[in-house]
């Protein structure tokens, strides 16, 4: 018989042995330890379910908690993820499920990283893919493109099972492991990259926090203190950086941009999962210099590519300072959610930007299989 309950750290062993059985992206005990209960804005909301029969994890699902403001009220939310089963667990998906979207307490529980195969069960959950076309569009800046070309080349040739197998016995590309923060500072400037630890930055990140605020109905709470953990992966240090441009002391335009490597035949790319201007600040000058840093960060890093999920959120004007860029939409709904009061004002006037999602340890990176 299946017991469902919630996940604790004593489950991490069981959840890796669980997460190699179904051939999901390797971690370390500590990378899931970092993943699952650090999260600073987790309160009292479980980092998760189990499905356990007869003393085994054999299935789960993952719950982050995520602070938002709405009308000038805190309210929670949760991003889900991590939903995977062994064999033995078939069939305790849907009960996992239901307990995650039912917590008490939480506004929504939604997803900002669903893949082609899961956005149909998705919807069969219950969940919306309340963003619609809006948000299947993303942008790619070429960094380097024969590889990006290579990439996409590859990954065609992939849709084959068989091709598939082959090409994902190895790493195509490899990783540049030097920390993102360590080009920030030989390439930028001091005032276009944030250090999460520096006081001085911490009150700017605040500052720009309460703007926000101040001008929206639904928007997620920033902080330093959140950046900081999203940039203390064990498995992956450094792999991010959070950019800025300043008005004076101010932080008048954010972006934080993060190392990924889709798949192993695939080349690492730099991935744009929050991008925000300050209120009055000229968004075009603002997104064109941030793109600038960022092209900058990608090509001593080595990566192929820039890419903007959800970019339909920003005017073709607002976006001419940017470079050359190719405009590309997902197959699927990549946003997916189901609000506690699904015709209320965080269903209605929340646009997310990815750094409400779970990006910052869902996005792979090299090596995909555990050490030997």
Do not use: C
């Amino acid at each position: 018989m299946i017991k469902i309950r919630t996940i604790t750290p004593d489950d991490l062993p069981s959840v890796m042995e669980l997460v190699e059985k179904v051939d999901f992206p390797w971690r370390s005990q500590a990378g899931w330890h970092w993943a699952l209960f650090e999260n600073p804005q987790q309160g009292d909301i479980p980092a998760g379910f189990v499905a356990e029969r007869d003393g085994r994890v054999v299935a789960m699902v993952g719950l982050q908690a995520r602070d938002f403001i709405l009308d000038g009220t805190p309210v929670k939310a949760a991003t889900g993820h991590t939903f995977i089963a062994g064999q033995e667990g078939r069939g305790s998906g849907p009960r996992l499920a239901r307990r995650a979207l039912t917590y008490p307490g939480l506004a929504a529980v939604y997803s900002l990283n669903n893949n082609a195969s899961s956005a149909g069960l998705y919807k069969k959950l219950g969940m919306k893919a309340w963003r619609g076309e809006t948000a299947r569009s993303r942008l790619e800046w070429p960094v380097r493109p024969l590889s990006m070309g290579v990439g996409v080349a590859f990954s065609r040739l992939a849709r084959s099972d068989r091709m598939y197998d082959a090409l994902s016995a190895r790493e195509w590309f490899k990783v540049r492991h030097t920390p993102l923060a360590d080009h920030a500072r030989q390439n930028l400037q001091g005032g276009d990259w944030l250090d999460p630890a520096n006081p001085d930055h911490a009150h700017a990140v605040a500052d720009f926090d309460f703007e926000l605020r101040s001008t929206r109905q639904a928007v997620p709470v920033r902080s330093a203190l959140f950046y900081a953990y999203q940039l203390s992966d064990p498995d992956a240090p450094g792999r991010s950086v959070v950019l800025t441009t300043r008005n004076g002391s101010k932080i008048s335009g954010l972006m934080l941009a993060i190392l990924s490597k889709p798949n192993a035949y695939e080349p690492a790319g730099l991935d744009i999962v929050d991008l925000e201007v300050a209120p009055g600040a000229p968004r075009a000058a603002t997104i064109g210099r941030l793109m600038r840093s960022a092209r900058k960060i990608a090509r001593a890093s080595g990566v192929a590519r820039l890419r903007l999920i959800f970019s339909d959120r920003f005017a073709t004007a607002e976006l001419k300072g940017s470079g050359l860029r190719l405009h590309r939409r997902f197959s699927y709904d990549p946003a997916h959610a189901l609000f506690a009061d699904e015709n209320g004002k965080l269903a209605e006037s929340w646009i997310p930007t990815g750094y409400e999602g779970d990006f910052h340890f869902a996005l792979r990176v090299a090596p995909q299989r555990a050490p030997r």
